[in-house]
């Protein structure tokens, strides 16, 4: 792949690579470094791109790997009711977050889920991703993949439901 070939076919999915790892680390500044270390690897490794049919999922199965090699290491783990405790919220004023806040809860929520629901929903959700590009990404099943996001959906909504007091009947 010629330098012209690379700047037309990976430099697009730049933007995709590191709204990804901003999803995975939950820090901008990690994830510029794991997009530049993406964009590396995907350059070192130009001459044999032409042989693979869907460079995103690639990439982004490239971001998924040197996350997992280089941040989860440094990631505090929170369970439940450390997050709970933590956030300060009480049941009158959920009622009356606006879209922002709920999005900053939504994330916290997720991030929350074991590892590979977290993985799952926001390659679905967030990146919309295609089941097939997800199975591509993590190497799971279709069959797994519709699992493990529907486990990841009931246990957000679960949190949404019980702990916060939020509903879509409400």
Known sequence: ???KEFN???LPLAQH???FAVNLTGNRTDAADITQDVMFKLW???NELS???NLRAWALKITRNLYYDTVKK???IYDEEQMLQNEGYDSELMHSIEQKETAALLRKIIDTLPDTQREVILLREIEELEYDEIAQITGLGLNNIRTILSRARTRVKEMLVKKYKISKYD
Request: with cysteine.
């Open 51 to 53: 042989k693979i049919k």
């Open 1 to 3: 792949m010629t330098e």
């Open 44 to 46: 070192d490794n130009r």
């Open 8 to 10: 037309a076919c990976i």
């Open 74 to 76: 440094y990631k505090p």
């Open 17 to 19: 690579i590191y709204d």
